[in-house]
């Protein structure tokens, strides 16, 4: 069973940016999908960006522009790079895989985002 350990959430002015990683505790190249998804106070979890296992990478529609996701299958760790932040990005960010082995979450990180 793979492990998922997210990192790299926190504070930040409206405008800001910030860089999350998801580190796995082993391989989650392709053709593992892993997604980040995150879950706002009150409501449902949703899919935010993530990458197929036919290696697409895909992004809801409200982060198109601003957010890029990004595999590093050396370090078994995958990125998502947010700049241009909105209060309405404030959330829990979770990091999921499903692979061959199954399935995992991380245990999220707190994003914030200050208007």
């Known amino acids: 069973q793979v492990q998922l350990v997210e990192s790299g959430g926190g504070l930040v002015q409206a405008g800001g940016s910030l860089r999350l990683s998801c580190a796995a505790s082993?391989?989650?190249?392709?053709?593992?999908?892993v997604g980040w998804y995150r879950q706002a106070p009150g409501k449902q979890r949703e899919l935010v960006a993530g990458?197929?296992?036919?290696?697409?990478?895909k992004y809801v529609d409200s982060v198109k522009g601003r957010f890029t996701f990004s595999r590093d299958n050396a370090k078994n760790t995958v990125y998502l790079e947010m700049i241009s932040l909105k209060p309405e990005d404030t959330a829990v960010y979770y990091c999921?895989?499903?692979?061959?082995?199954?399935?995992?979450w991380g245990q999220g990180t707190q994003v914030t985002v200050s208007s």
């Open positions: 999921h895989a499903n692979g061959y082995w199954g399935t995992a």
């Open positions: 990458i197929t296992s036919g290696g697409n990478i």
């Open positions: 082993g391989s989650i190249r392709s053709p593992t999908a």
